[in-house]
């Protein structure tokens, strides 16, 4: 898989420096094949390729949840290559909304603040407010399992808002909904996103992502 971007900013949100991804050791072919791309910051921005192409490693890539086999990635301007997730500013909203079963909604939302130390009073504070950015207001005590699956979808986006990140990763997020929900996702984005980096990867060009701002990101397999 190669990219190919093109960048209008100087200001550096996300940058890729040959960056490689290869499943297993020695000969094991590569999913990601020395990316070269620049996002400039606080911009939306579309990562589009087919399905297999290595679009949802390059985000588990930036987020810090995979490990890359060559390369050098920069965030706002300093090297995450060997950072961690929790050492990077970045949010991820996962395809498959990735909630805890066994949480409530609020415990859900807030999880993340707690890991990092944050008060379960100012976590709790946070959470209703990213819960009421998403229309869910006084769903704290509902399971995942009580939830349509457009519910589930805007507590992952809740959840990822909280962090107050300065990169946030959409995985395919209107693959699922219907035209209604993708408006209100649309404007949530827009909204609510503002001053952030921002990267939405589809499989396919659509006015559905005419909301995007940056210029389109190509992703192409090659063997």
């Known amino acids: 898989m190669n990219m190919n971007a093109a960048?209008?900013?100087?200001?550096?949100?996300?940058?890729?420096?040959q960056v490689s991804k290869r499943y297993g050791e020695g000969d094991a072919p590569l999913v990601v094949k020395g990316i070269d791309f620049v996002v400039p910051k606080g911009t939306l921005t579309t990562l589009l390729g087919p399905s297999g192409c290595g679009k949802t490693t390059t985000l588990r890539m930036i987020a810090g949840l995979e490990t890359v086999s060559g390369g050098h990635i920069f965030i706002d301007g300093q090297e995450v290559t060997n950072?961690?997730?929790t050492e990077r500013n970045v949010s991820m909203v996962f395809q498959s909304y990735a909630l805890f079963p066994h949480m409530s909604v609020i415990d859900n939302v807030r999880y993340g603040l707690k890991v990092s130390g944050v008060s379960i009073s100012e976590a709790t504070e946070r959470a209703h407010v990213a819960l009421e950015n998403v229309s869910l207001k006084d769903f704290d005590n509902r399971l995942p399992s009580e939830l349509s699956g457009g519910q589930q979808q805007r507590v992952a986006v809740a959840r990822a808002l909280v962090l107050e990140p300065s990169v946030l990763l959409f995985d395919e997020p209107l693959s699922n909904l219907d035209k209604k929900s993708i408006t209100w996702y649309q404007e949530l984005v827009v909204n609510h996103c503002k001053e952030r980096t921002v990267?939405?990867?589809s499989n396919a060009i659509d006015d559905e992502f005419n909301f995007c701002n940056a210029e389109l990101n190509v992703m192409d397999y090659k063997k």
Do not use: D, Y
């Open 7 to 17: 960048s209008k900013s100087n200001v550096t949100g996300i940058e890729f420096r």
């Open 83 to 85: 950072l961690g997730p």
């Open 199 to 201: 990267i939405v990867c």
